[in-house]
């Protein structure tokens, strides 16, 4: 259920950081469509697609030959840790966006 006064915005920050709590912040302020639409569809998704067309297009063949080991690839994962880290910082933009927005509707 939202809450009825105010948020902390420190603590609002540290739920984006671990699984399910970044929901449950959003939800506290009544933004967590936006949240979803933004985040999970917008950035990550486009972001995953771009880079599964992009880095492994032979996955997109039935053809392919499946390497088990690809998880292990660095050049992968040196391509997926900045987009990991771009989806923290425009969570932690919204989340404490969001939230001051919200703070300030309980000031008198």
Same mark, same amino acid.
């Given at each position: 259920m939202p809450v009825t006064g105010k948020v902390s915005?420190?603590?609002q920050t540290i739920y984006v950081f671990f699984p +399910?709590? $970044? %929901?449950?912040?959003f939800y506290?302020?009544?933004? %967590?469509? +936006? &949240?979803? %639409?933004i985040v999970y569809l917008? +950035?990550?998704? /486009?972001? #995953?697609?771009? !880079? #599964?067309m992009? /880095?492994?297009p032979e996955s997109w063949s039935?053809?392919?030959? !499946?390497?088990? &080991? !690809?998880?292990? $690839?660095? *050049?992968?994962? =040196?391509?997926q840790i900045p987009i990991m =880290?771009?989806?923290y *910082?425009?969570? /932690?933009? %919204? /989340?404490?966006k969001w939230s001051h927005e919200w703070n300030k509707k309980f000031e008198l």
């Amino acid at each position: 259920m939202p809450v009825t006064g105010k948020v902390s915005l420190t603590r609002q920050t540290i739920y984006v950081f671990f699984p +399910m709590l $970044d %929901l449950i912040a959003f939800y506290k302020i009544k933004h %967590l469509r +936006m &949240y979803l %639409l933004i985040v999970y569809l917008g +950035m990550v998704g /486009v972001a #995953s697609s771009i !880079y #599964s067309m992009a /880095v492994t297009p032979e996955s997109w063949s039935f053809n392919a030959n !499946y390497d088990p &080991y !690809y998880f292990f $690839d660095p *050049i992968s994962w =040196a391509l997926q840790i900045p987009i990991m =880290a771009v989806t923290y *910082i425009i969570s /932690v933009f %919204l /989340v404490r966006k969001w939230s001051h927005e919200w703070n300030k509707k309980f000031e008198l």
